[in-house]
């Protein structure tokens, strides 16, 4: 998928203004994150999405396919795709550049669902909570 993605770019004339990146080292990945006006996460499995929960969590405006456990995790808050739909995800990725106002507004949204969802004091009750239901299920069994 990533040669016929940068095979497009080319079409396009965006080499200068887009970067297909393989796996970035996490030192790097905020800066690259930050200075981001869109992320694309073209992923044909994956788990959680970390990546994309980060750049959203950032508030970047972002394109990923519907893979693994990212819709639940990203919700409404992203232009979705289907997993190798090159041309579907080459136009949403047109669609996002062309028009970025309501993708940013939709990305400052998602950044406040993450921020509230994924925040370390939520995760840290969600998971004394499930603590606290297995050992009352455990002592009652």
Known sequence: MADEISHCIGQL???DRVQVRPAVPQSELYRIL????LVVVPSRFEGFGMTALEALALGRPLVATRVGG???VLGDDVRWCEPGDVP???S????????PAPWE??????????LRQYDITSCARQ????YAALVKESSNG
């Open 13 to 15: 004339n965006l080499e």
């Open 34 to 37: 930050c200075s981001a006006n």
């Open 70 to 72: 990212m819709p639940e």
């Open 88 to 90: 579907g995800l080459t």
């Open 92 to 99: 949403a990725t047109l669609d996002v550049l062309r028009d």
């Open 105 to 114: 507004s939709l990305a400052q949204q998602g950044r406040q669902r993450v």
């Open 127 to 130: 998971w004394a909570e499930l």
